[in-house]
């Protein structure tokens, strides 16, 4: 009898534990069962991970570094009741993988348009926060056909008003992360030590804003999963090379068509007015830029009612 319930406890142990890694931080969430799913579409030789769920027009959101298809999650559930969203994984980061051919935005925006177009989706809405911004943003200008609304979430656009090395100089982590080798070589040992001390610095009153706050709005198991992937070492060199792309992005964006499509800015509560300064030349149709109120760069963590608010007021223009 005590091997049957033995057994039985092992059997129920291996059904309630996910076999695939990239499921483990969505098991045991209720919000996300029978609502959301992961998926993977092979797409110009890389593999992409994404979470889809909800119904109604096509809203999808791009992360930035060092984050995830995760980082949307505190308003992914309030965004899918009026429309069917998709978080992806960009490519070789989070549980996507394979190289893709460069991790300049506008390369990564083509990526990101051929899985769209093979998931048939059509007047997408594309929202993309930091470096992700900067990948939405090559989107809409790349295929404005396919573009109903553009989200713009916290990023300088690199450009005519910020050059590449301007904008190494915006932050000393820009300028580290730009290095050839040597972040690897210093973040490597200790991933996760490093992504739990760097989130703080840009989080609101942190001291990349001047402030001394040491607060996190990532919780212990918010860090496991952005350390899961990124420890490994082609999805830190990825992470990396998203600001290696610097001078290609600045070139890019001074040669990308104009984007008229309607767009919405929201930044870090009192620097809506700077990013909008660096996107308007590019973006001619902004339909409104936003502070995020107590919030620093990590705006859906920390003020998700205000960035759902204002999205789902944004995309039923």
């Known amino acids: 009898m005590?091997?049957?319930?033995?057994?039985?406890?092992?059997?129920?142990?291996?059904?309630?534990?996910?076999?695939?890694?990239?499921?483990?931080?969505?098991?045991?969430?209720?919000?996300?069962?029978?609502?959301?799913?992961?998926?993977?579409?092979?797409?110009?030789?890389?593999?992409?991970?994404?979470?889809?769920?909800?119904?109604?027009?096509?809203?999808?959101?791009?992360?930035?570094?060092?984050?995830?298809?995760?980082?949307?999650?505190?308003?992914?559930?309030?965004?899918?009741?009026?429309?069917?969203?998709?978080?992806?994984?960009?490519?070789?980061?989070?549980?996507?993988?394979?190289?893709?051919?460069?991790?300049?935005?506008?390369?990564?925006?083509?990526?990101?348009?051929?899985?769209?177009?093979?998931?048939?989706?059509?007047?997408?809405?594309?929202?993309?926060?930091?470096?992700?911004?900067?990948?939405?943003?090559?989107?809409?200008?790349q295929f404005p056909a396919d573009t109903a609304r553009l989200g713009y979430l916290d990023l300088p656009l690199p450009g005519p008003q910020v050059s590449a090395a301007a904008y190494r100089n915006l932050s000393w982590h820009i300028a580290f992360h730009s290095q050839p080798r040597v972040p690897e070589a210093v973040v490597g040992n200790d991933v996760r030590e490093y992504l739990k001390l760097f989130y703080p610095q840009v989080s609101f009153n942190g001291t990349a804003f001047g402030g001394t706050s040491i607060a996190s709005p990532f919780s212990d198991a918010d860090i496991d999963e952005y350390a899961r992937t990124y420890r490994r070492p082609d999805a830190l060199t990825g992470g990396f090379d998203l600001y290696r792309a610097l001078d290609q992005d600045v070139q890019d964006t001074e040669t990308a068509a104009p984007v008229r499509t309607p767009t919405l800015i929201m930044a870090a509560q009192g620097q809506a007015d700077a990013i909008r300064g660096t996107a308007a030349p590019r973006m001619t149709n902004i339909v409104r830029a936003v502070d995020v109120p107590h919030a620093g760069h990590w705006l859906a963590e920390e003020n998700p009612g205000f960035v759902t608010a204002e999205l789902l007021r944004f995309l039923s223009e």
């Open 2 to 141: 005590k091997r049957l319930l033995f057994a039985f406890l092992l059997l129920i142990t291996a059904c309630s534990t996910p076999s695939e890694p990239h499921a483990a931080v969505t098991a045991n969430d209720p919000v996300f069962q029978g609502r959301f799913r992961h998926e993977f579409t092979d797409v110009d030789g890389v593999r992409l991970h994404y979470v889809t769920g909800g119904s109604g027009t096509p809203v999808v959101l791009i992360h930035g570094w060092p984050q995830t298809w995760y980082g949307w999650w505190p308003i992914m559930p309030a965004l899918a009741e009026r429309h069917t969203v998709y978080a992806i994984d960009l490519p070789g980061l989070g549980d996507s993988t394979g190289r893709p051919t460069g991790y300049d935005k506008a390369a990564l925006a083509r990526y990101v348009h051929a899985l769209t177009r093979k998931l048939g989706l059509r007047d997408t809405a594309i929202v993309g926060h930091d470096l992700g911004a900067a990948v939405a943003f090559q989107y809409a200008s």
